[in-house]
């Protein structure tokens, strides 16, 4: 990054700013003892439910964390897919 | 009033609990309160070294819990505060010589001749760490603003909160304001929020730490030292009283972020 692009206000982000991104993450898991891989397990039994009774959008499927204090949860967002139920 | 315990612990080794212990046990001892220290780090001793009180044991914590003398004979009173004594660690034993049900008991019996037994915890989360905070009515978790403290400290959060132990606080200690304008080191701010329990204080990284180590008077009994001023704003705070927090300036001034457009990539 050169001295332009930081007197036109962009900026790489600072050690501070990844350390706290990076740490947030890592308690996330930490605290619900919920591995990455475990988390793309789940992300695809949830589809392969889903999918047998529902039309959803596999792509758009998000499994993830939030916490709010010392509560952490599991969000799952799972998109329907548009237009008439498809027919079997 | 019977005496309250503290457990000074952490996560990660060498972070300061050892020299939390013994500043914070001289700096109630300084504001008049009658105190004993602990160290539970069995086959690690050195809570004794940090207090200048090396050269003074006879017996130590196991020979206690064995029988082998009273309690007050292994208590050994601190040179300088009359109401500070110590209680040192065995160093040829392990861990597995005390148990839990030992320290309440002797905790037990010093409670109503005392008003804070401070106890300095081995790292870790096992047997020596489950001994230092079986009798701990507060538990103070120390962490360094560092990724990897800071994670350990919460790992250490999650335990004491399975104990049901519910009141922690927290101390950051070796705080670098200097890193901190720089954006370089987590601030205050940032390690609260992460492991979401009270601040009960904040430690500067300062050489006088070392300097009083190695002369073996905590660096709370010196006016001159900042770690020495945090550790007794803290000793306060446990008192109950309201102490403000020391003004460590951590945001960036006009020169920090000035230095921060020209200086460029990182490290
Ligand atoms: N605020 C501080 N400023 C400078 N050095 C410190 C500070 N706190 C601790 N240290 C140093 O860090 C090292 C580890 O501290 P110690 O109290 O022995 O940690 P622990 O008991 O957690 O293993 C020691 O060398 C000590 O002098
Ligand atoms: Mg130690």
């Known amino acids: ?88 | 009033m019977p005496a309250r315990v503290l457990t000074i612990t952490s996560g990660k080794g060498g972070v300061g609990k050892t020299t939390a212990t013994a500043n914070l046990a001289s700096a109630l001892a300084l504001h008049g309160q009658r105190v004993v220290a602990i160290d539970a780090d069995i086959g690690l001793r050195n809570l004794d070294v940090v207090m200048g009180l090396e050269n003074r044991i006879v017996y130590d914590l196991v020979d206690v819990v064995e029988g082998r003398c009273r309690l007050r004979q292994a208590m050994i009173r601190d040179k300088r505060l009359s109401e500070l004594y110590l209680l040192p660690a065995a160093q040829t034993r392990d861990k597995t010589a005390v148990s839990p049900e030992d320290m309440v008991r002797l905790t037990d019996e010093l409670r109503p001749e005392f008003d804070f037994i401070v106890i300095d915890s081995p790292a870790g989360i096992e047997r020596g760490f489950k001994n230092a905070i079986a009798p701990a009515d507060e538990i103070l978790i120390i962490t360094t603003p560092e990724v990897s403290a800071v994670r350990d400290a919460d790992r250490i959060i999650g335990l004491v909160e399975a104990e049901e132990k519910e009141t922690t606080y927290l101390i950051i200690n070796r705080l670098r304001p200097d890193m901190v304008r720089r954006e370089d080191m987590l601030a205050t701010s940032d390690v609260v929020e992460l492991l979401a329990i009270d601040l009960i204080g904040i430690v500067p990284e300062d050489e006088y730490i070392i300097i009083s180590t190695n002369r073996g008077r905590p660096a709370a009994l010196d006016n001159s030292s900042p770690a020495g001023q945090a550790f007794r704003n803290i000793a306060r705070r446990v008192m109950g009283e309201d102490v403000p927090f020391m003004a460590i300036r951590e945001s960036p001034g006009f020169l920090d972020r000035i230095a921060r457009l020209v200086r460029g990539r990182r490290i």
């Open chain 1, 1 to 88: 990054m050169s001295i332009w692009d930081r007197l036109r206000g962009k900026r790489e982000p600072t050690s501070r700013q990844v350390a706290r991104q990076r740490l947030q993450l890592v308690l996330v898991h930490d605290r619900a003892k919920v591995s990455p891989q475990l988390l793309q397990t789940l992300k695809d039994e949830i589809i392969a439910v889903i999918s047998r009774h529902v039309d959803i959008d596999r792509d758009g499927v998000e499994v993830t964390f939030t916490q709010s204090k010392r509560q952490s949860r599991l969000v799952a967002d799972i998109p329907l897919q548009g237009g008439s139920r498809r027919q079997k």
